[in-house]
């Protein structure tokens, strides 16, 4: 019996090690026929956010039942993921890549959901496989529809045209950016930034779909992983670190300066509780969609505890925080709905979805489950464990109360 064990174990460490990219997805009918975005019947298309999934082919179960949760809710036109959609350090073999991108892209490709993506800092971050090589995985999926234009820096800079509802003619687009990983391009340090001949690409195509639409820029959003560095344009600069600090605010330290959020911008969705990160110098992304185009906004993930919407000369700058368990994060984590509307595509509507709106924290046993599924922040391996055993003895008795109820 051992040795027919340890023979079973061998072949699967083997077939994880060894599994061609597609064998796990060989044979599988495509559920996503049509790859063309358009506005529904009533006008309206809906996209929801889901950043930093940031996990590994050891899948979190939370994760997985808040991601099926948010699709059953929203049933969402397009789903977008927000760059670090898989763990540094943690796909080690182009199988292990494969397993570990099934355990998300499954979800989406049997429902049939589109999805579109960027990658973050983390995704080829000591993983066996560079962002190239991993388009190649998404694209393996029918309900993918990500693009990249390859002669670009970085890979995954793309947009999408989402469609009238009436007639081919490109109502809206999205706009997607591969705003890299470490800095490349000076001695500044730091996170990377958007490169200029992306900038210059959006540019060129911003042009071109405004010409082609009678000379009226049409409507757009931008996605990308890190947030912009002109955020700490927007927020509020003090002198009183100590004393904001004191009345319970976050304080955020850039580049030798001092932030808070500021409070005309808060509302009951806005969370700031991790100092933003974007990289420590700007090559004009911001200004660029903002002075050549129609962006609304410009999307980002990264910073894990974060969620708000903060405007900048016109444009939203929207910050999202983590949609998983596979990473640092608290009671804040969720994904971000977003709702344009064909009749008025000078707004748009967004909201989030918490996880606290689907799992009572209130529970022990989801508590539970929730610390020993979770990474990062203030949990350690100790608090997991435990958080296991709890987990264990509460769904245990919540068992036998529901046995001893159906008896008496």
């Known amino acids: 019996m051992k040795k ?12 994880t090690f060894m599994l061609p990219a597609g064998a796990i997805f060989f044979g599988k009918e495509p559920t996503v026929t049509d790859k063309t975005l358009r506005f529904s019947k009533d006008g309206k298309f809906t996209v929801l956010q889901i950043s930093d999934i940031q996990d590994c082919l050891l899948f979190r179960d939370m994760t997985k039942q808040f991601i099926i949760h948010l699709l059953d809710t929203v049933k969402p ?57 991993q388009l190649e995985l998404y694209n393996m999926y029918s309900c993918y529809i990500g693009g990249d234009v390859a002669e670009l820096s970085g890979a995954g800079t793309y947009r999408l045209p989402v469609l009238a509802s009436d007639s081919d003619k490109t109502a809206f687009n999205l706009w997607f950016f591969d705003s890299g990983a470490d800095n490349d391009e000076n001695d500044l340090g730091g996170y990377g930034c958007v490169h200029k001949d992306q900038i210059d690409w959006y540019i060129n195509e911003e042009k071109a779909l ?42 955020a330290e850039y580049k030798g300066n001092f932030y808070v ?52 000369r016109g444009m939203d700058i929207i910050q999202s925080p983590t949609s998983s368990f596979g990473s640092y994060g608290d009671f804040n984590r969720g994904a971000r709905v977003f709702t344009f509307d064909e009749s008025n595509l000078s707004d748009y509507e967004t909201d989030m979805i918490f996880m606290t709106e689907f799992f009572d924290m209130d529970d022990p046993a989801v508590y539970n489950r929730f610390v020993y599924n979770s990474e990062g922040g203030n949990i350690h391996i100790g608090e997991m464990l435990l958080a296991m055993l709890k987990f264990a003895f509460y769904k245990l008795l919540q068992e036998v109360q529901l046995i001893t109820g159906k008896l008496s």
């Open 4 to 15: 027919t064990t340890a023979i079973l174990l061998s072949t699967v460490i083997m077939l």
């Open 77 to 133: 036109d397009l789903v977008v993921l927000t760059g670090d959609n898989i763990g540094p350090n943690t796909c080690f073999t182009k199988g292990m890549t494969k397993l570990t991108f099934d355990c998300f892209m499954n979800i989406f490709e049997e429902r049939g959901v589109k999805v579109a993506s960027v990658f973050g800092n983390h995704d080829a971050d000591r993983n066996s496989l560079n962002k190239d090589e």
């Open 261 to 312: 959020f500021p409070e005309k911008y808060v509302d009951e969705e806005t969370h700031f509780s991790e100092t933003p990160c974007p990289p420590f110098y700007s090559n004009g992304q911001a200004d660029a969609l903002v002075d050549t185009g129609k962006v609304l906004g410009i999307v980002s993930g990264h910073d894990h505890k974060n969620s708000f919407v903060i405007p900048y």
């Open 210 to 251: 405004t010409e082609a639409n009678g000379g009226v820029p049409v409507p757009s959003m931008a996605f990308q992983h890190i947030i912009v560095p002109e955020v700490y344009d927007v927020l509020e600069k003090t002198d009183k670190p100590e004393e904001e600090a004191a009345n319970g605010k976050l304080v």
